[in-house]
């Protein structure tokens, strides 16, 4: 579980209005970490917490993409969408969770953790790219119908094979760690004809793993053990061929390894550029699952 969060000079971009409001947006979520520590407090706490991050947060967005324009800042379109990717989707679909659940300690966790991982990867590297201090990552972007269908392709997977309603929370999704608990992450590498390579990441929150395996088994899990793990390892090929039409990886690929990954590796899948295809869902309040696709 996340535990605190501090401002680091790293994050200084030398632009004195976007490193006050980065300073200060740390320091909300900081609060809300603190108070998150005493239950009595948590629900009201959290609810003007977020209300508070949210307001300041498209403050600072307008601020930051009217300093992009002065300085006629050549990524401003890609980085103006991942600002409107988290003011127009993340945000409302963590805020959904959390009235839903009513603030209990899972959502909470999810909200923060999400939250705290956008801020210092957004910071460190988009925000950083507007100074100069570092290239952008997100330089590939796929057209809307694109992402729309592969969205609908996951979340009827989700629906057909984990018996989850799903819902898109992030079509920019950069690794944040979403999980209160465990994940399984699989990494599928598929090979073409020609020698292309693609390789397909899944991760699942262990609160999904064990609603799916207990929806679909006689068996009732617990726990992910070794059982859990393989099952859950084949069932992530079966939902890869499930997508296999959206980019014909039934026709032009071949499955030729899925491992198993920690999170720190699959973390690393975002080291040099952002895959164009990184997508982040809730599937009401079963848990949190992501799939990455990228070719190599």
């Known amino acids: 579980m996340l535990k605190e969060v501090k401002w680091n000079d790293r994050f200084n971009l030398g632009v004195d209005v976007i490193d006050r ?10 609060r809300m970490l603190a108070l998150n520590e005493d239950s009595t407090k948590q629900r009201h706490a959290c609810r003007e917490g977020i209300k508070y991050f949210k307001s300041y947060t498209l403050k600072h967005f307008a601020e930051e993409e009217a300093y992009m324009q002065s300085i006629n800042y050549p990524g401003y379109a890609v980085h103006k969408s991942l600002h409107e990717n988290l003011r127009d989707q993340t945000l409302p679909s963590l805020e959904a969770e959390l ?19 956008w801020l210092n990867g957004h910071i460190m590297v988009e925000d950083r790219a507007i100074a100069g201090k570092n290239p952008n990552k997100w330089v590939h972007q796929p057209e809307a119908d694109e992402l729309a269908s ?23 999704y950069s690794g944040e760690d979403f999980a209160s608990d465990k994940t399984l992450c699989y990494r599928l590498s598929y090979i073409s004809k020609d020698k292309q390579r693609m390789q397909v990441f899944l991760v699942f929150e262990e609160s999904l793993i064990l609603h ?47 491992d198993m990954q920690t999170y720190e590796q699959f973390v690393r899948t975002f080291d040099k550029q952002f895959p164009p295809y990184s997508l982040l869902f809730n599937t009401g309040g079963k848990g949190y699952f992501a799939i990455v696709m990228k070719q190599l």
């Open 21 to 30: 409001a980065h300073q200060r947006l740390f320091s909300i979520v900081g």
């Open 212 to 258: 799916t395996l207990n929806s679909i088994l006689d068996q009732e899990f617990k726990k992910v053990d070794k059982t859990a793990v393989y099952a859950m390892k084949i069932l992530s090929e079966q939902f890869v061929n499930y997508l296999g039409k959206h980019f014909d990886l039934d026709i032009k690929y071949t499955l030729e390894k899925n």
């Open 99 to 117: 009235e839903e659940r009513d603030y209990c300690m899972e959502s909470v966790q999810h909200f923060l953790g999400i939250c705290v991982g």
């Open 150 to 172: 592969l969205s609908k392709a996951v979340i009827q997977g989700l629906q057909t094979m984990c018996q989850a309603e799903a819902h898109l929370i992030s079509k920019h």
